[in-house]
């Protein structure tokens, strides 16, 4: 019964910004590492961040010092702050989470779409 819906994307300009959101509701006893993926069309779903429960933090190349991901424990939900947008950020995002360090769920993706 534990849902993840994102919510903030949308279509930004170049050089914009977003900030996307996942919260995680239903029966929960813990969550462990929380995470931002991406699936542009006709490429893999690729990590673009990573969350521990510690606050720990991981990020792909390609957006290190643009995009900052975050989560706050008492709401259950997790961030990510994308700043200086290109067009080849543009794809659908996921929200993944593990809970109680055994089961993998997924949001059902908000898609980004950014202009050049």
């Known amino acids: 019964q534990v849902q993840l819906v994102e919510s903030g994307g949308g279509l930004v300009q170049a050089g914009g910004s977003l900030r996307l959101s996942c919260a995680v509701s239903g029966s929960i006893f813990s969550i462990n590492t929380m995470g931002w993926y991406r699936q542009a069309p006709g490429k893999q779903r690729e990590l673009v961040a990573a969350?521990?429960?510690?606050?720990?933090?991981n990020y792909a190349g390609s957006v290190k010092g643009r995009f900052t991901i975050s989560r706050d424990n008492t709401k259950n939900t997790v961030y990510l702050q994308m700043n200086s947008l290109k067009p080849e950020d543009t794809a659908v995002y996921y929200c993944?989470?593990?809970?109680?360090?055994?089961?993998?769920?997924w949001g059902q993706g908000t898609q980004v779409t950014v202009s050049s």
């Open positions: 993944k989470a593990v809970l109680q360090g055994l089961l993998v769920r």
């Open positions: 969350i521990t429960s510690g606050g720990s933090t």
